[in-house]
């Protein structure tokens, strides 16, 4: 997932009042090049702290059967548990926290998005005679497929619960 493919990812908002559950998995599509919240409610912001966390995979599905995702907003935390690598996509995740004299004069949240996960693609080049024919093979990677991961700014993933073997294309 770059700045140039994501097209959807998916918000959760909070803020420190009663109701405090300002967005739920609320999907987030662009359009050209503007960015719509699916169902999306006028809010009428308040004098509040609020809290933003955003995520994104690649699959643009927001339920996940293998996995379950959680937010905690007192920790400013993300949480995948059993997120399952077996779709071979990134994951992206996202927090952000501001109070609302910045809220009040715009409609958008700048959302820096960082890799917890990245698809890995291999490339070989014979750099040395294009005359020479090289011959690779038998080139596997094994990958942790099964982990939980807690997200406050930085992944910590715990809870490695198989892996798999992915010969590489030849």
């Known amino acids: 997932?770059?700045?140039?493919?994501?097209?959807?990812?998916?918000?959760y908002g909070y803020h420190n009042g009663t109701p405090s559950v300002v967005f739920?998995?609320?999907s987030v599509i662009k359009d050209g090049g503007n960015w719509t919240m699916q169902k999306a409610n006028e809010k009428n912001w308040e004098t509040k702290l609020y809290n933003f966390a955003a995520y994104a995979d690649g699959r643009g599905v927001a339920e996940h059967s293998e996995s379950t995702l959680e937010t905690s907003f007192a920790e400013a935390t993300l949480s995948f548990t059993d997120y399952s690598t077996e779709s071979q996509t990134d994951l992206i995740a996202a927090l952000y926290a501001r109070d609302n004299s910045s809220v009040l004069n715009t409609t958008e949240v700048a959302l820096d998005f960082k890799?917890?996960?990245s698809k890995?693609?291999?490339?070989?080049?014979?750099?040395?005679?294009?005359n020479l024919y090289m011959v690779v093979s038998n080139v596997k990677l094994t990958v942790k497929t099964v982990a939980n991961c807690d997200y406050d700014g930085t992944a910590?993933?715990?809870?490695f619960d198989s892996?798999?073997?992915y010969p590489l294309d030849q």
Do not use: I
Not at 1 to 11: E, Q
Not at 120 to 130: G, I, L
């Open 115 to 117: 890799h917890l996960l």
């Open 163 to 165: 892996e798999t073997e």
């Open 120 to 130: 890995v693609d291999f490339t070989f080049q014979n750099t040395n005679d294009n």
């Open 156 to 159: 910590t993933w715990s809870s």
């Open 1 to 11: 997932v770059t700045a140039g493919n994501l097209n959807r990812f998916y918000v």
């Open 24 to 26: 739920n998995n609320v």
